[in-house]
């Protein structure tokens, strides 16, 4: 499977931007998706994921409230929607996917995501 991640651009602090990652085929049921992201000079960010079959969401403390992760099956896409951005939420996003041959909870270390998209960079002024 291939990734393709969008969405990304300049906005002002406070507004708002849609990600977009787009798989290449069919998601399995038991796949999970994810959105990580990484500011310069920091390392990668576990953001939010989602389950491909029961939509369950995991996402980090900081974005909780402001960003919202969900998936359209139909498209093959998951979307990561993000309102009151911050300078604090520039970054380059990217997104993943779990395989999840084991069937466990959603998970937040990258480490346990198998297959990875180009980041898309957003930028929010203050």
Request: net charge positive.
């Amino acid at each position: 499977v291939q990734l393709q991640a969008s969405g990304g651009g300049l906005v002002q602090a406070g507004g708002s931007l849609r990600l977009s990652c787009a798989a290449s085929e069919p998601m399995l049921s038991s796949y999970h998706m994810g959105w990580f992201r990484q500011a310069p000079g920091k390392e990668r960010q576990f953001v939010a994921a989602i389950s491909w079959r029961e939509a369950n969401t995991l996402y980090t403390d900081s974005v909780k409230g402001r960003f919202r992760i969900s998936r359209d099956p139909d498209k093959n896409t998951v979307y990561l929607r993000m309102d009151s951005l911050t300078p604090e939420d520039t970054a380059v996003y990217s997104c993943a996917v779990r395989q999840n041959r084991n069937r466990t909870p959603l998970a937040a270390p990258g480490a346990q995501y198998d297959v990875w998209g180009q980041g898309t960079q957003v930028t929010v002024s203050s």
